[in-house]
């Protein structure tokens, strides 16, 4: 018994030692016997520097934009509508504007899809 585990044991330590070695072993035994070449190292260009031309970028007035946008505002606003609608699942609301002066609405088709009712209000109130 004693016989067949030192072999067991000597057999587990020269397995040890050739993983151990083996990545140095391996490049030492092959070294030269490939068949890569080495790749030839190629200049690296110098960057190019060119001249750019810098302007003023002067920012929007803060104030100047509020009163544009508060125009605009009172531009659009009264062509802009509320849609409440009733269907067999439930009602709902959704939006849309008015497109020209016969008063059409354009609205999204699923604010009126399966539609049983609607009702269409100004912010005017009407």
């Keep these: ?4 585990t030192g072999k ?7 397995a040890m030692v050739v993983l151990a070695c083996s990545p140095f072993g391996l490049q030492y035994v092959f070294r030269g016997q490939g068949t890569a ?10 960057p190019q520097v060119t001249e750019t031309q810098t302007t003023n970028v002067v920012a929007p007035n803060v104030v100047d934009l509020n009163d544009t946008l508060v125009a605009l505002y009172e531009k659009v606003s009264p062509g802009v509508v509320s849609i409440q609608f009733s269907t067999t699942e ?3 609301l959704g939006s849309g504007f008015v ?3 016969q ?5 999204n088709y699923h604010v009126v ?3 049983d009712s609607l009702e269409v209000h100004f912010a005017s109130g009407e």
Excluded: A, R
Excluded at 37 to 46: A, F, Q, R
């Design 1 to 4: 018994m004693k016989n067949k």
């Design 113 to 115: 899809q399966d539609v």
């Design 90 to 92: 439930g009602e709902g």
């Design 37 to 46: 070449t080495p790749t030839p190292e190629l200049p690296i260009p110098e």
């Design 8 to 14: 067991v044991f000597v057999i587990l330590l020269i």
């Design 103 to 107: 008063g059409h609405i354009v609205t």
């Design 99 to 101: 497109v020209d002066k």
